[in-house]
């Protein structure tokens, strides 16, 4: 079993920078891939960034050149830097990981490719 827990969330004004964290604990397997989801009101839940065992990220194309995700602690802390935030990227922002539903590439960012979810830490932009 693999626990999550973001941080990180808070308010900030359009065009500012936030770095969440993701911290997973209680697994051994080698193979553990890890993303950032969010989901914003009255809309569907959507895969932002992604990292995978083999150290190769995927982006969706809305955050392209803005975020960047990055593993520290020998891979045990999954971090978001978001930077020229824009009121569109407003949600509760959720970690994800998995151990064995990755396909390679964009399934990354699949919510069925993930088994484990962290409970969210919510991120508002103001214009």
């Known amino acids: 079993q693999v626990h999550l827990v973001e941080s990180g969330g808070d308010s900030v004004q359009a065009g500012g920078s936030l770095r969440l964290a993701c911290t997973a604990s209680?697994?051994?397997?080698?193979?553990?891939?890890m993303a950032w989801f969010r989901q914003a009101p009255g809309k569907d839940r959507e895969g932002v960034a992604g990292w995978d065992s083999a150290d190769r990220t995927n982006y969706a194309d809305s955050v392209k050149g803005r975020f960047t995700i990055s593993r520290e602690d020998a891979k045990k802390t999954l971090s978001l830097k978001m930077n020229s935030l824009k009121p569109e990227d407003a949600a509760i922002y959720y970690c994800a990981a998995g151990t064995d539903r990755y396909y390679g590439g964009s399934t990354l960012l699949r919510q069925w490719a993930h088994s484990y979810w962290g409970q969210g830490t919510l991120v508002t932009v103001s214009s």
């Open positions: 209680g697994y051994t397997s080698s193979s553990l891939y």
